[in-house]
T-cell receptor, first 113, second 113 residues
Framework: NAGVTQTPKFRVLKTGQSMTLLCAQDMNHEYMYWYRQDPGMGLRLIHYSVGEGTTAKGEVPDGYNVSRLKKQNFLLGLESAAPSQTSVYFC????????????FGEGSRLTVL | SQQGEEDPQALSIQEGENATMNCSYKTSINNLQWYRQNSGRGLVHLILIRSNEREKHSGRLRVTLDTSKKSSSLLITASRAADTASYFCATGVKETSGSRLTFGEGTQLTVNP
């Protein structure tokens, strides 16, 4: 099993450009999450999903959109990238909502110039 | 401010020594989890301890939880160079509005051969 797979692993954008990060999990988990990790800030929850077709805002949702059209996939979109969105993005999935064990992808490093 | 705060921020020890990391939190929790993150990789779940448990073991890992002091500790015994990583605590809280998992900023552990 691959677990949680994120693509792309690296991306450089110019301010104002858009992009989509893709997360795929093969564990049949209902719950999926997008986090960002910044130095000195720990991991902060951007958006999450409790099932196919549902999404909800996390701690830092502004500037991001998400979609969960299929149970195994969770997409994170940046419509107009800003330098403040330079970060490492992690997707995670879990069997139980929020408080259960999370399975993480390897991360996507995004730089916005 | 972060729910979970790790201490120390950085720890450097020799191979074979024990490493102790601490996590303090502010509000009542449902459970507390510890994760490891190797440089440039995703987070990996190590252990989960519920609020009604006081101690838990997994291999060379020992986790304690003191809900009266709102603190937890992670002990790694007989450390190895491969234990070099960042270690994060995450507090799971169930609220009427839902549940959430909040990560601390992590402890960077370096084990010198």
């Amino acid at each position: 099993n691959a677990g949680v797979t994120q693509t792309p692993k690296f991306r450089v954008l110019k301010t104002g450009q858009s992009m989509t990060l893709l997360c795929a999990q093969d564990m049949n988990h209902e719950y999926m999450y997008w986090y960002r990790q910044d130095p000195g800030m720990g991991l902060r929850l951007i958006h999450y999903s409790v099932g196919e077709g549902t999404t909800a805002k996390g701690e830092v949702p502004d500037g991001y959109n998400v979609s969960r059209l299929k149970k195994q996939n969770f997409l994170l979109g940046l419509e107009s990238a800003a330098p403040s969105q330079t970060s490492v993005y992690f997707c995670a999935s879990s069997r139980y909502i929020h408080t259960g064990e999370l399975f993480f992808g390897e991360g996507s490093r995004l730089t916005v110039l | 401010s972060q729910q979970g705060e790790e201490d120390p921020q950085a720890l450097s020890i020799q191979e074979g020594e024990n490493a102790t990391m601490n996590c303090s939190y502010k509000t009542s929790i449902n459970n507390l989890q510890w994760y490891r993150q190797n440089s440039g990789r995703g987070l990996v779940h190590l252990i989960l301890i519920r609020s009604n448990e006081r101690e838990k073991h997994s291999g060379r890992l020992r986790v304690t939880l003191d809900t009266s002091k709102k603190s937890s500790s992670l002990l790694i015994t007989a450390s190895r160079a491969a234990d070099t990583a960042s270690y994060f605590c995450a507090t799971g809280v169930k609220e009427t509005s839902g549940s959430r998992l909040t990560f601390g900023e992590g402890t960077q552990l370096t084990v010198n051969p």
